[in-house]
Each structure stands twice: as C-alpha cells, then as structure tokens.
C-alpha cells in the first residue's frame, strides 16, 4: 500500500466572500474529499493558492484539516524557491501536524541541477517526516532530473515523488534506476489525465485536482488496475475524460475551475485571490455541463447526497 494511500487531493484553499481564509470551509471541504475517495489531502500546495497564503494562514490551515481528518493522510506544502523560506515552511508544517512534506522545484531563478539538489536536501534536513519531491517543469521552468531525483531518493525521508513531467517513459525509466537506491521509493501521478498510464510503469498512485469531484472514480479506477482489471480501470478512466478536459483553461486556469465546481456542489470554497481571478461570466455555465455528463457517468455526488451515504 501506498504510505500516504492511493488517492491524495491538492486541496483548494476556500477562502470567505471578502478573500480572508475561511478554516470551517476548510475543514468541511477535507472532510467531504475523505468520505468520496480521497485518502488524504494536500493542503497549502499550489493547487491551494500557497503564493496567495501567508505563514500564519499557512500554519492555520494545516492545524484546521488535521484536526478535521485526524485519520486521513495530510501532506503540508512547503515550497519556496528561497532554500531559507522552504526550510522555515517545513519546519512549520512539521509542528502544525502534518504527515508529510511537499516541496516543489524552485520556480523562477532556474537552478542548476546540482542547486536543485542541494535544495531539497535542506529542506529534507529541517524535518524527521517524509518528503515528496514535486516535479512541474510547466510551472517551475526547470525540470528535475531524473539522476537527481535518484540522488535525492538516497536521503533517508526522501521517500516520494509527484511526478508532473507529463512523460510516462522518462517515468519508467526513473522507477528503474531508483528502485536500485531505494526500493519503497513512490512515484506518484501529478497529472490526473495521466494517471492510468503511470500505473501502468509503477507508479502507486496521484495526487489530483479532479480528484475534488470524481474521487470515487478515480480510487476505484487504481483498485481496478491493482487487480489485474485494466477493462475496467479503461472504462473508468474513460468516464473520468469530462473532468480531465474541465482542469483548467486560458482564460480560467486552475484551480479557477475547481472551485466552481465545488461551489456548484454544494460544498463552498469561495473565488481565488488574485492574480488567478476573476472567473469568466460563463465558467459556471461550463462547469453545470461537465457537471451533467458527470452524474449520468455515475461519477458525481452533491455534498448533501454523500452525507446521507
């Protein structure tokens, strides 16, 4: 089994009308995500809004899901491309009650590999807890390679890795050689339209945005996969193609499109801080669409239909 379970959401950060940070909805959104497939969450990574989020906030919000799903997986974002703030954040993170950190690639400044490494390390040192390193060259700007992501999986709690390269051989490639540093190494999807193919080189599980709706779909997809059904893991990706193509748009990227979503649902997150606002006048309309295919498929329930479940 996979150490943080097979399915992790990356929370969106609801937030109040006036954009203050709104821990009851918080606390009720990590709950609805346990009860419909997630096994855990992330909370205050990208997904969450994190450049938007203050230290305090950052150290609330963990308290608040960790007090609300004291049973589930919670990995705390803990990023920064400054090696000082992703040490503090950690540090932070680990005393707020977290289960595990995510630490993203430095974004921006574009570090040499040996940079990158040296990094995470740091970042690995500022705790006793486990770490998943995040790969996301599409927003960091740098990728992380794959030799020094096995160099990394040679530190005793770099134990994981979310794996948003969007190249399932490169992956297979990378399960290869850090199985020879590391065997309990995890590679995990962060793309959730990819996650069918990474299972099927060795990853264990995702770390999703979709995942806030179609949770159910997407832990009965991996446990289908794990017993050999790959028909019916391909169908269950297959109803799940709505919500990969409702991810994020030009004009409304993620997770603009997740918290209408939710909103629509029934369970409130509120609007995002700028700059990832506002939402286009018709975002709503789209998401009632996906919404509809979505519940034909079985793949959707409203707040009020899981509790009575």
Not at 4 to 16: D, I, K, N, R, S
Not at 22 to 42: E, F, P
Not at 177 to 202: H, I, M, N, Q, R
Not at 234 to 239: F, G, I, Q, T, V
């Amino acid at each position: 089994m996979a150490r943080f379970g097979a399915v992790l959401t990356a929370m969106v950060t609801p937030l109040a009308d006036d954009g203050s940070l709104d821990l009851v909805g918080a606390q009720n959104l990590a709950r609805y995500l346990v009860a419909n497939g997630s096994d855990g969450v992330v909370v205050a990574g990208t997904t969450g809004e994190s450049p938007t989020i203050s230290y305090d906030e950052q150290r609330d919000l963990i308290a608040a899901v960790r007090e609300a799903v004291p049973g589930a997986s919670l990995v705390a974002g803990a990023g920064s491309n400054d090696t000082r703030t992703a040490m503090k954040n950690t540090e932070m993170a680990t005393e707020a009650g977290a289960d595990g950190i995510l630490a993203v690639c430095p974004y921006y400044n574009k570090p040499s590999q040996e940079g990158i490494y040296r990094h995470f390390a740091a970042s690995a040192a500022a705790t006793d807890l486990p770490v998943m390193v995040y790969d996301v060259p599409g927003r960091t700007g740098r990728k992380i390679a794959t030799d020094t992501i096995v160099r990394l999986a040679a530190i005793d709690n770099v134990s994981a890795l979310k794996d948003a390269a969007g190249d399932p051989a490169e992956t297979a490639l990378l399960i290869a050689k850090v199985a020879e540093v590391d065997p309990d190494f995890e590679v995990y999807s962060g793309d959730d339209g990819l996650t069918l193919p990474f299972l099927s080189v060795g990853a264990v599980g995702v770390v999703g945005v979709v995942t806030h709706y179609v949770g159910r779909q997407m832990a009965e997809m991996i446990a289908a996969y794990n017993a050999g059904d790959v028909t019916r893991a391909a169908e269950l990706n297959r109803s799940m193609l709505p919500a990969y193509a409702h991810f994020g748009y030009d004009d409304a990227p993620s997770p603009v499109p997740t918290k209408s979503m939710m909103n629509l649902l029934g369970v409130p997150v509120g609007g995002c801080r700028p700059p990832m606002g506002p939402a286009p006048d018709d975002l709503d309309l789209r998401s009632r669409s996906v919404l509809e295919v979505l519940a034909r498929l079985g793949a959707v329930r409203r707040a009020d239909e899981a509790a009575a479940v």
